[in-house]
């Protein structure tokens, strides 16, 4: 095979591998609670969806439960709109990444620059109420009479992101901030309010 042959199956092979899907967070809102922060939570994956990663194509796909199985999260980073200067968080320092039921769950704790400024107002105002993230994946189905893609198994997801024009519709996230509107850090007897908040995240899912 030729270098030129090499570098062209090369591409085909990280076009069909590197994927990004968008979520549009139709139930995005502001809450007002206890611990003096601001954070950004929500489901940026969501399960069993269908979405339309390719603008202008029918073409749809759906995230099947066990796609995130043993996936490593330990550097996934949150950024606003795919950019990697607007780093708003990273898993295992300001963030939080689980794998439920329903999909990937992110809690970040937003700090005091300019950036998390802007991003907890536009979140706040509903202005920007939309999630998307970028992924990696080795195994999907193909439904060609449905024109229907099923991810299977991703192997990376480098990043989740803040975005205005989602292809995605049932994703969640929401604001929250302290009651005395300061930033610090994270209330350690806040875990029963964090559990509810995520039910009523999961619920809301439930009644799309």
């Not at 899907?21 to 206890?34: I, P, V, Y």
């Not at 929401?174 to 964090?194: F, L, N, V």
Request: charged share 30%; with cysteine.
């Amino acid at each position: 095979m030729s270098r030129m042959e090499v570098q062209r199956v090369k591409r085909e092979t990280e076009r069909k591998n590197k994927r990004e899907l968008h979520f549009d967070g139709g139930q995005l809102r502001a809450e007002s609670g206890e611990g003096g922060t601001r954070s950004i939570r929500g489901y940026p994956v969501l399960f069993e969806m269908i979405g339309s990663p390719y603008m202008g194509s029918d073409w749809k796909e759906i995230i099947d439960k066990q796609a995130l199985r043993d996936l490593d999260l330990s550097k996934t980073a949150f950024l606003l709109d795919h950019q990697t200067w607007a780093v708003l968080g990273v898993n295992g320092k300001n963030m939080k990444a689980e794998i439920d039921d329903i999909g990937l769950f992110i809690d970040c704790t937003l700090g005091n620059s300019w950036l998390d400024d802007y991003v907890f107002d536009r979140v706040q105002r509903g202005l920007v109420d939309s999630m998307s993230f970028w992924f990696f994946c080795d195994e999907w189905d193909t439904d060609t009479t449905n024109k229907i893609d099923r991810v299977k198994h991703i192997t990376k997801l480098p990043e989740v992101s803040l975005v205005l024009f989602p292809a995605y519709r049932e994703s969640v996230a929401i604001t929250s901030e302290g009651s005395d509107g300061t930033r610090g850090q994270k209330d350690s007897g806040s875990d029963e309010a964090d559990a509810r908040k995520r039910a009523e995240l999961s619920l809301e899912i439930s009644l799309l």
